[in-house]
């Protein structure tokens, strides 16, 4: 089925596919060989998918879209303090190929004009000027996402003919700009890299990787390292379309860079990446179907910088506590009783989508304005797919105040997922105070360790219980307890042990905890167990297996050593006939206790929904 | 408790107190009397929280800080097409004073200049200059929430020394720029409005409303229209800081403005308002800790407009089906029987966030990939904050193409939200193709919907059936359910009818519906019902008071006309003596029920977790 969004690039294509206007680059003749019809469009989104239409796969050479790729690669190998030494980052107000060089220091003024690009080409890692070649190859090829290569005939042209670009070079070489001996060398690795091949999908791609904080969403790899693709998009903001800056983010919003060779690329943070291809030039240098393609994508898809529609509120999915949503631990009635009163007190914070300062703060807002009310905090990471430093700085300031006070913070579902784990705890560090961090594998982990701290600040839990406290026998009057006695006996079973099997046939029992702890599991396609119940003394298991079932449907393990009292579910079937009044009260206990977790579970959903 | 960026601005502020570098404005003798030690910073949130330090409430005047809001007032007034014959939008690389005319068409280079800002004033709303400057003041009062006065002392001095801004006015006058008689009249208003006093809070305010999309987050008042708060915070980021724009978006990254009288303000779309107060400038006429503020904000926060964080996968929480959360409708084996191989064929698409063009791409995209595996979509909107008109769009397209294929798309939690829903039909009504739009105000409704519909497909739903298909009842002999109906009778109720009330006591029935509908209700603290349940013939409700509730907990209320078979729960108790074996399998039966829903449940649980 057509998406939505390639319907519309085709209806787009169609639209500005009658705009004729422009001309063919001429300065070296190859270029003025390219089909003036030759028109394509390309959008990538943040996790790769690729929507295109008309020529997406017409090869053309990319020119001065390799100049903010190749700035980005001299900021990464040589640090932006050294970079802004040798040239600056402000709009020319000139044509591209303008020397522009500051008066005093000789600095071009910016790296999307040629004197700032040869510059910028110059400055890439590398001992000999083939090396640094070998650099800008890898370096576009990792933005890319495939191998790279030249149009030779075009390299030759642009080389034979770039006599204005040998005189830029050789004045950066007179300001000791270039360090090379001979400045040519770089030079001839700058008409290379303009000599490129590219599609406008490889443009929108490489765009994307911008987009995505320097990844390259299909290959995963990293073209860049995070920090460096916000200088990178100023620069092409306020530089990228010559002499035009102002109205192009005004007019379009979005850092782009265009070449003569009838490419565009523009660059959506975090969200697209897009390119385009029409070799009819304007004026100025730059594609006129690209700029109005652009100009539609940001009017019709509200594509802008500075139209960003987040709302920091949305990092907090939500906020409930452990009196709606309980651990899945039974507890007998006298620590029920313990943390009931209090179960409101341990509150759960849902956290969602990449988290920065502006979320952090409303977060950590809301947890200091709920501190009076709280014992313990579980954050639920979950959903939460990054973190800034600063907002890790955020959390760790204010789980140290909270732990000041006595209120512990918790950290759940960060299972397998060491990048957000490692921010929080450089968050933590960067605070003075407790530097304890207590992390969770699911939330009901998580809330059991809150309400054991609840029930554990009233004095010792008791460890060991008579089965007459399981929910299944509680009520009975002495008589039926002693009928129950009678008919019941003692197992015990050691930390580890299996107790009951899943899908298991035959097996009668019914269980009541004396002492010790048991897990009810679930197994897993994949051969693992998902914990689905945790209970202690006091609670009863297996006793569905009254209601008519044959196989086990979970199985349960012994925690630590276990006592427990056993009775046969046939034994108790044959109660209609001897004993109906015993039977009925089993089963009234065992249909009041499931009706007891359903109403729990029902408060779960509604706290959940 | 202190939160912990009020901590990090106390800490930033006594940082930066240190740098006394930097000279007072002494221009006209008003400005050279500020204190050289006065500062304060204010970080205003997108919902209105105000994080200070320092000289918070000191006011000063706002100078050109002003242009960008008559500007935007001018934008607001006479349209975007209109003002830009007036006043351009490209970096004027030369100082705030300069006169910077267009050589062709005398038009300003851009607002933040003072030719560009005097032409901006004269083009604000108003018949006479007078009601010009009501309408600057209203504008102004709007952005910072409360009535704005000017300093007279700085106006009159200002109006006194300022021939050159006189000569400027007369130039525009020249080139048909100012259309006034007398240019003398708007350019007294631009003095008044470089007047205007505000604090640094003030200026928090005005920032965090162009970050709000216009409107004040602590009024709630639209201050300008959404569509041009971009246009604004672009000529910002390129021109606001004078002959530094460049450099500025390069190391801080966030449209801002500064003024000679100290203040600097910085907005981040989406997320934050700046406000800063120091009245010590560099050469350039920006405060020089003002800067120095930004950049330390820009850097420890992560506070940049290229380097946005957000993810669109982020808008898609999650997608489940009705075989995991399946509707509270009851429905008798056999319609169960139609409903369950087809469940997982009715999905839930969880939104969340404010939906924008890439967000919603993601959704639709994941809407069509589960196309071929669909009957029926629920899109959840409860967490949805706001939807841009291209993502309207791109849901309108992808209704109708699923539509066209018989895959429903329903609504579901849009109840009070009139301008989410009405921007889901403007995007349904732009494209072809049907134009159903079902809401429902909750998911349950919504889903209930789709199993109708599941169920229609293969033909009518029986509207009747007797008690002995309810789960209460189910597999009873053919002996017991002689017995059942040997102690039961027939009520019948209308449409509208209270069969239940919650809290009642004493009333002993237990039902089974023989036809028609009935609603369980819970009622709220605000005298409305939650609707908890929905049963159809097969059914049985109010069987919990067997286990020894004496008040209902829930009401039950007939959707249509009703026919019931009715048990009292006192005879079922006497069973015990004279007929235990039906009790008992009455006892497992319930037991069975609310097992099986339990069971439900927790999936329903694991599905929304």
């Known amino acids: ?26 300065y070296i003749p190859e270029l003025a060989k390219a089909e003036r019809s030759d028109f394509g469009i390309c959008i990538v989104t943040l996790d790769g998918i690729a929507y295109s239409a008309g020529d997406a796969d017409k090869r053309f050479t990319i ?21 802004s030494g040798k040239v600056g980052v402000e709009p020319s107000g000139d044509a591209f190929n303008s020397i522009s060089l500051d008066p005093k220091t000789g600095a071009p003024k910016n790296p999307m004009i040629n004197a700032g690009a040869i510059a910028s080409t110059s400055l890439v890692r590398g001992d000999t000027a083939d090396s640094q070649w070998q650099r800008i190859r890898a370096a576009m090829a990792a933005f890319i996402g495939r191998e790279v290569e030249i149009e030779e005939s075009i390299y030759r042209s642009e080389s034979e003919t770039g006599h204005r670009n040998r005189a830029i070079a050789w004045m950066l070489k007179n300001f000791g700009i270039i360090d090379h001996d001979d400045p040519m060398a770089p030079l001839e690795n700058y008409f290379r890299q303009c000599s490129i091949l590219v599609d406008c999908r490889d443009l929108a791609m490489m765009a994307v990787t911008l987009a995505n904080r320097g990844v390259n969403p299909v290959t995963g790899q990293r073209a860049l390292p995070a920090e460096l693709t916000a200088p990178v998009l100023s620069v092409m903001a306020t530089c990228g379309m010559y002499d035009y800056a102002g109205s192009w983010l005004y007019e379009v919003g979005m850092p782009a860079k265009s070449g003569v060779g009838g490419g565009i690329i523009a660059v959506l943070p ?10 009819l030039l304007d004026a100025k240098g730059n594609s006129v179907r690209g700029i109005e393609v652009c100009k539609r994508l940001s009017q019709d898809l509200q ?7 987040s709302q920091p509120s949305m990092a907090l999915s939500r906020v409930y506590t452990a009196a709606e949503v309980p651990s899945k631990r039974h507890y007998p009635a006298a620590l029920r009783a313990r943390i009931d009163p209090r179960a409101s007190r341990i509150k759960y914070y849902t956290l969602h989508g990449p988290l920065a300062a502006d979320g952090a703060e409303f977060i950590t807002r809301r947890m200091l304005a709920l501190a009076d009310d709280s014992d313990c905090c579980i954050l639920d990471l979950h959903q939460v797919t990054q973190i800034t430093d600063s907002a890790a700085r955020l959390f760790g300031h204010t789980h140290a105040q909270l732990a000041a006070r006595g209120i512990a913070v918790v950290y759940s579902r960060l299972h397998g997922r060491e990048s957000l784990r490692a921010a929080l705890r450089r968050g933590m560090r960067a605070v003075d105070g407790p530097h304890g961090f207590l992390s ?7 809330v059991q360790w809150c309400e054991r701290r609840l029930i554990e600040a009233d004095g010792d839990v008791g460890a060991e219980m008579s089965f007459a406290e399981a929910p299944l026998f509680r009520g009975l009057s002495a008589a039926l307890l002693a009928q129950v006695e009678a008919m019941s006996w003692t197992e015990h079973f050691a930390k580890g042990d299996l107790i009951l099997t899943a899908g298991q046939q035959n097996d009668r029992r019914i269980f009541a905890i004396e002492s010790g702890f048991v897990s009810i599991l679930l197994p897993l396609m994949n051969g693992d167990h998902h914990r689905i119940e945790s209970m202690g003394p006091g609670s009863n298991f297996g006793e569905l297996i009254l209601l008519g079932a044959t196989a086990r449907s979970a199985s349960a393990s012994a925690d630590s050593d276990v006592r427990l009292r056993v009775l046969d579910a046939d034994d108790v079937h044959r109660l209609s006939a001897t004993h109906p009044e015993l039977k009925i009260a089993l089963l009234e206990n065992l249909a009041r206790d499931v009706t007891y977790k359903l109403r729990r579970t029902n408060q779960s959903i509604t706290a959940l929904g």
């Not at 057509?2 to 787009?12: G, K």
């Not at 969770?440 to 998580?446: K, P, S, T, V, Y």
């Open 303 to 309: 594509l802008n910088v500075f139209s960003h529609s």
């Open 63 to 83: 020119q001065s879209i390799s100049k903010p790729f190749v700035y980005a690669a001299a900021l990464a190998d040589r640090g932006q303090a050294f970079v």
């Open 270 to 279: 975090g969200r697209f990446g897009i390119g385009i291809y029409s070799p």
């Open 440 to 446: 969770f594998e699911d939330n009901d982990l998580a």
């Open 1 to 26: 089925m057509p998406s939505p969004i390639a319907d519309y690039l085709s209806r787009l294509h169609a639209d500005l596919s009658s705009l004729d206007a422009g001309a063919l680059a001429d």
